[in-house]
């Protein structure tokens, strides 16, 4: 208890910052994106719930295959009662070295049939991982032309520059609901990471956290320069 990450947490958390954005910016595009993040993390919940089970219909087959293999080797041994005595030393080394390679070619083909549930829980994963690589993009470019630079009242607008119509405080809790968003995406891959024994997919997650922690870096810098600058207007307003 208190040692893992609970999806229903998350998803509350997840549910109250949506309903923040909605009454905060309730036409704004990043509505639909935290509503999409949401959806991922239930999905998460239910699909970390799959990844701990067994595929039974994967499992059953690969296992009377693996049970037909011996019993196949068994019968033509002893029911056909093949003849496995050389006759000479050529025959002897042809016989060793058909052995050997039928006894590599059934490990390795019993190696795949063995890897093959986690190979396909490992498609699964790193499609749910892609999912919340593409989501933290599509928050980047929310962020993307909210430049804190036009309240400080510097340079000139452009015939193709944004409509900038957000006040400093509005701007601020913008940009704090896309550094939540990102943190949040960053947790829902970490759920993902302590149900997945795959290195491949924990790989993938390790670089969706990465990628969420450094986008958020780049909001933060923005909400560093807007705190700067009421602290500036603050001072500006208290005079000498």
Request: charged letters at 25%; aromatic letters at 8%.
């Amino acid at each position: 208890m208190g040692r893992q990450l609970e999806a229903r947490y998350l998803i509350e958390t997840m549910e109250r910052l949506v309903r923040r954005i909605e009454e905060r910016f309730p036409s704004a595009m990043l509505v639909r994106t935290a509503q999409a993040v949401l959806e991922t993390a239930r999905q998460a919940q239910e699909r970390t719930a799959r990844f701990s089970r067994p595929i039974l219909w994967l499992r059953i087959p690969i296992f009377l295959l693996l049970t037909f293999i011996p019993v196949f080797l068994i019968y033509e041994l002893w029911v056909l009662d093949l003849p496995f005595t050389p006759g000479s030393l050529g025959d002897a080394i042809s016989f060793f070295q058909a052995a050997v390679e039928s006894l590599v070619f059934i490990g390795i083909g019993t190696l795949f049939l063995m890897t093959l549930e986690g190979r396909f829980k490992r498609r699964r994963a790193l499609e749910a991982v892609h999912e919340l690589r593409e989501l933290a993009h599509i928050i980047d470019m929310h962020q993307l032309d909210k430049d804190p630079a036009y309240l400080l009242g510097e340079g000139t607008m452009t015939a193709s520059s944004p409509a900038r119509t957000m006040t400093a405080f509005e701007l601020n809790r913008y940009l704090d609901y896309c550094s939540e968003l990102l943190a949040l995406i960053g947790k829902v891959a970490a759920i993902y990471g302590q149900r997945i024994a795959d290195p491949v997919a924990l790989e993938a997650v390790d670089q969706v956290e990465n990628l969420t922690t450094g986008l958020s870096r780049k909001v933060w810098q923005k909400l560093m320069i807007l705190d700067q600058e009421s602290d500036r207007v603050r001072e500006s307003r208290r005079g000498p």
